[in-house]
Each structure stands twice: as structure tokens, then as C-alpha cells.
């Protein structure tokens, strides 16, 4: 079995809306559970907070709650590592304990505040996408019409981001919104979770001059397991799966392919993807078409290397 680690999932949103659902069990309302990531092999899975619409408003209270579930919930009661440093991710994987970092999927909630990062940060935050699909406050995302890029508090965002050291996801960002923040940032920044364009016309998706600008700056896509980005048909399957990592591979990102499946956020799944446990049916299907270094780096070693380098090297 190979060591795992996945960019993106929405276990937080779910306990947000019922508090009922039990991470630390194996409660069936639930992609990803601490006993699926264990038997999947897992060093380690980000957790994003994500406001659903169907809540009335979105602010850092909500964002205080999530964080105070993954703490609580998933830290505490289920015995997951809390990653906030790259000697925390180090740590887990040598003890073998799954670890576990927060991430921020859309910046609304902190209504124009960039001074809010600064909580997000001591929060446990480590992971920042500008957007959701719409449009906020800091840019504009996928979904919004008129494409446009960042605003001037983005633009204050992003710095501030790449200040604390809280990584920049550029999963969700409408096009110009990317290219700039690929001016504006000095770090190597991420795609938790977006496929490849070329061969799944989505707007989630990114094309090859976006997948060539992350790999040449030492970032890392996550692939996304959700089959519209996957395919045109109504039912993806893992090879396709497989085709958007091989091509990413053959793009220059070897070292940038990775997981970023999308779990307890998306409705529809690939056949044999449904959870954590697909990923020895995953990593069975590249092994027929990529060497076992290759395997290694998509399944786990390309998002380690990506995260010791970019984390706080520790928390003092």
C-alpha cells in the first residue's frame, strides 16, 4: 500500500451543517473518515472551510467554528496530526499517524478584511483560495462572466499571504485573476483541485500555459475526481483519471502532479473513486502506465516535497 496525501476535501462543511456526523467513527454520511484515511495509507489530508450559500451570511465567526471543528472534531477526538509546519508533516509521516492541515476555500468571509489573515493564521490556516466559483471582495472566480482579475485588497491579500507564509490555491480563480496572481506572488503557489482543460472543457479546469506557469514555479496541481472535470460523458472513469495526470506529467510537472480528489464536495463520483479507499485502484492504473518513482511522487512524494518546503519550517 503507498502513502497518500490529498490536497482537497469537504469533510468541515459537512459537520458545519450536522453536527451529528462523526469524523472519528466511520459514519456513512462521510467520504473521508479517520478510519478510511488510515487504511488508505494517508500521511496526510488538508481539510478546507468552505461556507455553504445556503448559509445567511459568511464571516469569520463561521470561519472561527470550522476551525474549532477541525480542532476539536478532527485533531482531538479522531488523534490526527495538526499540520501548521513542515516539522509537523515531517514528524506524522515518520510516526506514521495521518496528518491533518487546515485550508481556506474562498475568501468572502473575511469581508474585505486582510487583516483577518493574521487570525487566520494563528487559527492553524495554511492553504488560501482567493475565491469560490463567483466573484468577491479580493477577485473574481470561474463562474463570473466578465473574467476579471484581482482588486486592489487582493492584491493586499496575496502579499499578505505570501508574508505569513499561507500558501496561495488558485483552484477556483477566473483566468486573469491567475496570471496575476502568477505576477504578484513570489512564492510557488497551488491548484488544490482543478484538472486539465484540453481534455475536460470545464472552467474549473486550467490549460496548459497554467499547468506549464505552476510546474515552472515549483507549485503543485491537485487532479480532481469530480467527473464533469474529468469527462465530457456523463460517467468518467479512472483511466481518464489517469490521462489528466499523465498529462500534466508530460507538460513538465512531473514534480506537480498530485491527489486533490474532492471528497464530501462533489455528488457524483468515478467508479471505483468514491473514497480513500479508491486510491490502491488509482495508483493500481498508473502503475500500468508510469514507472514506480513516477507513482510515488502523483500518489504522495510530489505534495511532501511541495509542503516541507513551503510550510513554516516550524511553529516558533
Same mark, same amino acid.
Given at each position: 500500500?503507498?502513502?497518500?496525501? *490529498?490536497?482537497?476535501? *469537504?469533510?468541515?462543511?459537512?459537520?458545519?451543517?450536522?453536527p451529528?456526523?462523526?469524523?472519528?467513527?466511520?459514519?456513512?454520511?462521510?467520504?473521508?473518515?479517520?478510519?478510511?484515511?488510515?487504511q488508505?495509507g494517508?500521511a496526510m489530508?488538508?481539510?478546507?472551510?468552505?461556507?455553504?450559500?445556503?448559509?445567511?451570511?459568511s464571516?469569520?465567526?463561521?470561519?472561527?467554528?470550522?476551525?474549532?471543528?477541525?480542532?476539536?472534531?478532527i485533531?482531538?477526538?479522531?488523534?490526527m496530526?495538526?499540520?501548521?509546519?513542515s516539522?509537523?508533516?515531517?514528524?506524522?509521516?515518520?510516526a506514521?499517524? +495521518?496528518?491533518?492541515?487546515l485550508?481556506?476555500?474562498g475568501?468572502?468571509?473575511?469581508?474585505g478584511?486582510?487583516?483577518?489573515?493574521r487570525?487566520?493564521?494563528?487559527?492553524?490556516v495554511?492553504?488560501?483560495g482567493l475565491?469560490?466559483?463567483f466573484?468577491?471582495?479580493?477577485?473574481?472566480?470561474?463562474s463570473? +462572466?466578465?473574467?476579471?482579475?484581482?482588486?486592489?485588497?487582493?492584491r493586499?491579500?496575496?502579499?499578505?499571504?505570501?508574508?505569513l507564509g499561507?500558501?496561495?490555491?488558485?483552484s477556483?480563480?477566473?483566468?486573469?485573476?491567475?496570471?496575476e496572481?502568477a505576477?504578484?506572488?513570489?512564492?510557488?503557489?497551488v491548484?488544490?483541485?482543478?484538472?486539465?482543460?484540453?481534455?475536460c472543457?470545464?472552467?474549473r479546469?486550467?490549460?496548459?500555459?497554467?499547468?506549464?506557469?505552476?510546474?515552472e514555479?515549483?507549485?503543485?496541481?491537485?487532479?480532481?475526481?469530480?467527473?464533469p472535470?474529468?469527462?465530457?460523458?456523463?460517467?468518467?472513469?479512472?483511466?481518464?483519471?489517469?490521462?489528466?495526470?499523465?498529462t500534466?506529467?508530460?507538460?513538465?510537472?512531473?514534480? &506537480?502532479?498530485?491527489?486533490?480528489?474532492?471528497?464530501?464536495?462533489i455528488?457524483?463520483?468515478?467508479p471505483?473513486?468514491e *473514497? +480513500?479507499?479508491?486510491?490502491?485502484?488509482?495508483?493500481?492504473?498508473?502503475s500500468?502506465r508510469?514507472? &514506480?518513482?513516477?507513482?510515488?511522487r502523483?500518489?504522495f512524494?510530489?505534495?511532501?516535497?511541495?509542503?516541507?518546503?513551503?510550510? +513554516?519550517?516550524?511553529?516558533?
Amino acid at each position: 500500500m503507498m502513502t497518500v496525501i *490529498d490536497a482537497h476535501c *469537504d469533510v468541515l462543511s459537512k459537520l458545519l451543517l450536522d453536527p451529528t456526523i462523526c469524523f472519528a467513527g466511520n459514519d456513512s454520511r462521510l467520504d473521508v473518515t479517520k478510519d478510511k484515511l488510515q487504511q488508505a495509507g494517508s500521511a496526510m489530508q488538508c481539510f478546507a472551510i468552505w461556507i455553504s450559500e445556503s448559509l445567511p451570511e459568511s464571516n469569520m465567526e463561521q470561519i472561527r467554528t470550522c476551525a474549532e471543528l477541525f480542532h476539536s472534531r478532527i485533531i482531538e477526538q479522531a488523534g490526527m496530526v495538526a499540520v501548521r509546519s513542515s516539522e509537523d508533516l515531517q514528524a506524522a509521516v515518520r510516526a506514521g499517524r +495521518p496528518g491533518a492541515l487546515l485550508t481556506l476555500e474562498g475568501a468572502d468571509a473575511l469581508n474585505g478584511r486582510v487583516d483577518h489573515v493574521r487570525e487566520l493564521y494563528r487559527l492553524g490556516v495554511r492553504m488560501l483560495g482567493l475565491t469560490w466559483n463567483f466573484a468577491n471582495w479580493a477577485a473574481d472566480g470561474v463562474s463570473e +462572466p466578465r473574467n476579471g482579475g484581482l482588486t486592489i485588497k487582493g492584491r493586499r491579500l496575496v502579499k499578505e499571504c505570501d508574508s505569513l507564509g499561507i500558501i496561495i490555491d488558485v483552484s477556483h480563480l477566473a483566468e486573469r485573476s491567475f496570471w496575476e496572481v502568477a505576477e504578484l506572488s513570489g512564492k510557488a503557489f497551488v491548484a488544490s483541485h482543478s484538472n486539465v482543460f484540453e481534455l475536460c472543457v470545464h472552467a474549473r479546469n486550467l490549460n496548459k500555459r497554467q499547468i506549464t506557469c505552476i510546474a515552472e514555479r515549483g507549485g503543485v496541481i491537485g487532479i480532481n475526481f469530480f467527473p464533469p472535470f474529468v469527462s465530457a460523458n456523463e460517467s468518467a472513469t479512472i483511466d481518464e483519471v489517469v490521462r489528466h495526470i499523465e498529462t500534466v506529467c508530460e507538460w513538465g510537472g512531473e514534480r &506537480a502532479a498530485a491527489l486533490g480528489a474532492d471528497f464530501d464536495g462533489i455528488g457524483k463520483k468515478v467508479p471505483g473513486l468514491e *473514497d +480513500p479507499s479508491g486510491y490502491a485502484r488509482l495508483e493500481e492504473a498508473l502503475s500500468k502506465r508510469m514507472s &514506480a518513482e513516477l507513482v510515488e511522487r502523483v500518489m504522495f512524494r510530489n505534495w511532501y516535497e511541495y509542503f516541507v518546503t513551503a510550510l +513554516p519550517k516550524s511553529e516558533c
